[in-house]
């Protein structure tokens, strides 16, 4: 009797254990998402932001969160089509206003400001 109490309190444990360990691992992603400096999240045929300011040099991501498949398209920007999941990066050395698109969904429009 005391021994099957022991195994049970162990399975619990480990079981403990193995679920605490699940939850770390899932929510890594999403704090280094928050952290992520200059990011689009493409979801419901917009990107949001749709506009964005950036300093020179920086990096802008953007994510597609949508089941259809998107594109960021623009002058010297062209991410190819983006499945649900996959992200784009690209970094803008020069100061201007860039405009671009989805070319699937030429409505989803974006707007980049480098300062
Ligand atoms: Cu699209």
Known sequence: MKTKFIFFISIITILAFAIIGCGNGKSTPTATQVAEKNV???????????????????TITWINEDSTPHTVTGTGINSGSLNKGQSFKQTFNDAGTFNYNCTTHPYMKGKITVK
């Open 40 to 58: 689009v999240t493409i979801q419901d045929f917009k990107f949001k932001p749709a506009e964005i300011t950036i300093q020179k040099g920086e």
